[in-house]
């Protein structure tokens, strides 16, 4: 007997389980109870990392010993680089007998300011250099000019008064001094019948001349020759040539010179520090010459030697940074001489420390010619 199939029930639906409280009040008291009760713990086992690194501290429980403060510092990798020395230009010796202009634009700097110049501008020059006759194979472009050191001397002149006077004893003792002999004086007096006397005088040793004659007693003949004049006049140095008191120098070979017209002279701004390197460069060269004069050798011509050496501001020499050259030991030990020798220097100004800062390197290159 055919029978006919029930309807399938319709599939249960998923339900999420959310938490909710019973309305009943004794059940939903117990509930909040428990939750509660979970947070806590939850909370003591967050905390108890901190709880355990408490210490004792003056016989109490949980009060956490007093820590000093910590600073975490991140450096750039730019600050463990040290810092290039500060730009201040290029040294020239400028030439203390041409013009104290102030330069247009310049980075140069020397003891006095300057406009570059030459007796004979070139037209349509741009140049910064003045013209000069040197060497071809010679790289030297801080000095322009080459003179002495020493100071020269002026003459000294005889006063006209002194003149006269040694003119006048010129010619008094042209020739030897004559003098005749001094005779008798005869004295008889107003009585016929009484004695007479004869007086004589003796001057000066009687050269039995006629008459007298003045002259110099230490003269040798009676016609002026062979004449020992006295020494009367003063003895003066001779007149020297005037000399530009700037260092002996190579000079650069430079055909081609600037515009301006003028005593020879160079682009430059004063600066203290220019100033202080000219009086620097001028002590070491009057100490190199004297090496090189009392050790009476020199090194092979042609050579030359480098130092290197840094300055701080006490003027004291901390440390030789680099010393090459082909002169030898004697060449060597000279050049080192003339730069130690008369150390410390002068020390720096405040506004040259603030330029500066604590020190500089300097290089010397001494030639040997």
């Known amino acids: 007997m055919p029978t006919l199939q029930e309807k399938e029930p319709a599939a249960k639906r998923k339900r999420i389980w959310l938490l909710t409280l019973s309305k009943n009040p004794d059940t939903r008291s117990i509930q909040i109870g428990l939750i509660w009760t979970v947070l806590v713990h939850l909370l003591i086992l967050l905390l108890a990392p901190q709880l355990l690194r408490s210490e004792f501290s003056g016989g109490q429980l949980g009060r956490a010993a007093p820590s000093k403060p910590t600073y975490e510092v991140d450096l750039a990798p730019e600050a463990f680089l040290s810092k290039p020395a500060p730009s201040i230009g290029r040294f020239v010796e400028t030439n203390p007998d041409a013009n104290n202009k102030i330069p247009n634009n310049s980075t140069n700097f020397g003891a006095q300011n300057q406009q570059a110049a030459q007796p ?6 741009k140049l910064n250099m ?5 060497r071809k194979d010679f790289a030297n472009d801080s000095q322009v000019i080459s003179g002495r050191l020493e100071k020269p001397m002026p003459s000294t ?18 020739r030897k001094e004559q003098v005749p002999l001094s005779g008798f004086i005869k004295n008889q007096g107003d009585n016929a019948e009484g004695y007479g006397t004869n007086a004589s005088s003796v001057p000066a040793p009687s050269t039995e001349a006629d008459k007298y004659v003045a002259g110099d007693v230490n003269a040798t003949t009676t016609d002026g020759a062979g004449v ?9 140095p001779l007149p020297r040539p005037k000399l530009t008191q700037v260092r002996p120098a190579i000079l650069k070979d430079r055909p081609i010179g600037v515009a301006n017209g003028g005593v020879i002279g160079v682009d430059a701004h004063f600066s203290e520090f220019g100033d ?7 002590i070491v060269q009057i100490e190199w010459d004297r090496i090189l004069d009392s050790g009476g050798t020199r090194p092979k011509q042609g050579s030359h030697v480098l130092v290197s050496f840094r300055l701080n501001s006490k003027g004291e020499i901390a440390e030789i940074v680099k010393v090459d050259g082909d002169a030898g030991d004697y060449g060597t030990n000279a050049s080192l001489s003339a730069i130690q020798d008369r150390a410390p220097y002068r020390p720096w100004t405040k506004e040259m420390v603030a330029v500066l800062g604590d020190s500089q390197v300097i290089t010397f290159d001494f030639y040997y010619e």
């Open 157 to 174: 002149p005889t006063p006209p008064a002194q003149k006269e006077q040694t003119a006048e004893k010129k010619d008094q003792t042209q």
């Open 120 to 125: 004979v501008p070139d037209k349509d020059s």
């Open 228 to 236: 020992k004049a006295a020494q009367t006049t003063h003895q003066k």
């Open 130 to 134: 003045p013209k000069t006759e040197g």
């Open 276 to 282: 202080y390197l000219q009086e620097l460069i001028d």
